[in-house]
């Protein structure tokens, strides 16, 4: 189960990586709360055909009680908000800039975890997390050497933190929940209800959903495919086999993927300096010492 685990959040990481580069290639004609909707749409659409086909999940959904469907509604809300501000800050600020910052929330989710969700961060857990963060600071300072640093601007990397903090608020309601849900009726649930409030989004701030291009469909309908069902959803199957610190900090591997991308490819070409390359190695390797402590844990157990 460890290396399934493991193989798993690979997986998820790689696939939320492509996510800001998609974004990035779809036209400017399109808002970021249409990209978040349409993104949102096109996921719960692929997972509710997975539930029509497989009966047992409509029945454990009918077998949801109450409160776990408030529960999940409000981890709903809080995902459609990390969309929309962090899809937002890619249209003000860098690929490597935004998706650093909107996943530096291990510092929200570590400290929370430990104490009220009784996971206990060990010595190596908490030098992980601190070695994360010197990478994450290294990155923020290469960030602004970026040969186009005119696109890095002080609201576009406050929308992408305040994004990063919906994202931890999410993995700690996923891991709060996932450990009595199994994730395919937790994931259609919080999807449909965050498809929901941001159609709301959209009328309450005149964001239009038609006459979007086709193109842009086509790509959006592609990251929900890869980012969606690949990313977001293996990554809530990871959350019931890890801690919530080790999958928050496992999430510091997207802004590698992230700016790796947006180098090679030529229509963003955004060339990370030293700085980010150096950053980097950092925090994969406290990535590393956060997994590799709970990898041995469960040997033992």
């Given at each position: 189960m460890i290396q399934k685990s493991s193989i798993t959040l690979t997986i998820s990481i790689i696939s939320?990586?492509?996510a800001a580069i998609l974004i990035k290639t779809v036209s400017k004609e399109t808002s970021p709360i249409t990209i978040s909707f349409y993104r949102m749409l096109f996921?719960?659409?692929l997972i509710l055909l997975i539930v029509l086909l497989k009966k047992k999940y409509q029945q454990q959904i009918l077998l949801l009680t109450k409160k776990q469907i408030l529960v999940m509604s409000i981890i709903g809300v809080v995902l459609a908000i990390h969309f929309v501000l962090w899809i937002t800050s890619l249209d003000l600020t860098s690929v490597a800039s935004s998706v650093l910052l909107v996943t530096a929330h291990p510092i929200l989710v570590g400290p929370i975890s430990?104490?009220?969700?009784?996971?206990?961060?060990?010595?190596?857990?908490s030098i992980g997390i601190i070695i994360s963060f010197c990478g994450i600071i290294i990155l923020v300072y290469g960030n602004s050497g970026l040969i186009n640093s005119s696109i890095d601007t002080v609201e576009g990397n406050i929308l992408a933190f305040l994004g990063g903090i919906a994202a931890g608020l999410y993995i700690l309601g996923g891991r709060y929940t996932r450990n009595k849900i199994a994730v395919i009726p937790y994931v259609f649930v919080v999807y449909s209800v965050a498809t929901i409030?941001?159609?709301?989004?959209s009328l309450i701030f005149e964001?239009?959903?038609?006459?979007v291009p086709i193109r842009d469909l086509e790509i959006i309908l592609l990251m929900a495919g890869i980012s969606g069902i690949l990313g977001h959803t293996l990554y809530n199957w990871s959350l019931e086999h890890i801690k919530a610190s080790v999958a928050s900090v496992a999430l510091l591997g997207?802004?590698?993927?992230?700016?790796?991308?947006?180098?090679v490819l030529p229509w963003i070409h955004e060339i990370p300096t030293r700085y980010t390359l150096f950053g980097g190695c950092i925090i994969l390797a406290g990535i590393y010492l956060t997994a590799m402590n709970k990898q041995k844990k469960d040997k033992i157990l």
């Open positions: 939320v990586s492509l996921t719960t659409l430990h104490y009220f969700l009784k996971e206990k961060l060990s010595f190596i857990n409030v941001l159609f709301f989004f964001s239009t959903l038609i006459n997207e802004p590698i993927g992230s700016a790796f991308f947006a180098a």
